[in-house]
């Protein structure tokens, strides 16, 4: 079946010691998104790519790195985590048609990674 | 700013019916849509609307009215499993996605 897929599902790490979580999608999508989601909040963009142009959200802190080194992958590398990047992060693709957002652009989820910062 | 506001919470009986409201504040509208999301769990898409009216798929309908910045969502039949997270979210005029922090729904006996 195609889908998204997000390795590892749950990572614990040590306050500054860096995280990469990877995404891969079956689905051929030319869209992926990384978003970071806290308990009961709403989930926060961090960034996304738009085919190969990559697009940074303006709040989204320097620490947070991103690279998408083919269709199919996309990385979250958190350079130094600390306490308060301790989440779920959340991997999503859509296909976008013509022009940008067009259609309904739903959004096709992975499990999630979530985040434990020691 | 851009707001989506929805109840916090909501507890309802299985075999009822249930409305979670949504209200929105975007720099346009480029549809909305409800997503469910179990607990620790990823969200999965439920409903679409662009234009005003009801979208009912099975046991779930979406309704919107783009001039009151409103929607909702009915589940009917509630079982169980229906105990979740819904999600309501809004497309900007830039294509950008507004999320709401989801309603957290209580399904009991």
């Known amino acids: 079946d195609a889908m998204v897929i997000q390795n590892p599902r749950y990572q614990v790490t040590q306050f500054g010691k860096p995280v990469t979580l990877s995404c891969s999608q079956t689905?051929?999508?030319?869209?992926m998104y990384w978003y970071q989601q806290k308990s009961s909040q709403a989930p926060k963009l961090l960034f996304h790519y738009y085919d190969k142009d990559f697009n940074n959200e303006a709040d989204t802190p320097d620490n947070f790195q991103s690279r998408r080194p083919n269709t199919s992958f996309c990385f979250l590398d958190i350079r130094s985590p600390g306490l308060g990047d301790a989440a779920m992060y959340l991997c999503?693709?859509?296909?976008?048609?013509?022009?940008?957002?067009?259609?309904?652009?739903?959004?096709?989820f992975g499990a999630g990674s979530r985040l434990t910062v020691l | 700013g851009q707001n989506i506001d929805q109840p916090t919470e909501m507890t309802a009986t299985e075999g009822a019916i249930v409305q979670i409201n949504c209200t929105y504040q975007?720099?346009?509208?480029?549809?909305l849509f409800w997503y469910q999301q179990h607990a620790g769990e990823a969200p999965t898409f439920l409903s679409y609307?662009?234009l005003d009216g009801l979208e009912e798929k099975g046991r779930f309908s979406s309704f919107l009215s783009r001039s009151k910045g409103y929607s909702y969502l009915l589940l009917k039949e509630l079982q169980m499993k229906d105990s979740a997270s819904y999600l309501c979210?809004?497309?900007?005029?830039?294509?950008?996605?507004?999320w709401g922090a989801g309603t957290k729904l209580i399904i009991k006996p």
């Open positions: 979210a809004v497309r900007d005029s830039n294509y950008q996605l507004i």
């Open positions: 689905l051929n999508h030319n869209v």
């Open positions: 609307n662009v």
């Open positions: 975007t720099s346009g509208f480029n549809g």
């Open positions: 999503a693709t859509s296909r976008d048609g013509e022009g940008y957002g067009s259609g309904a652009n739903v959004l096709t």
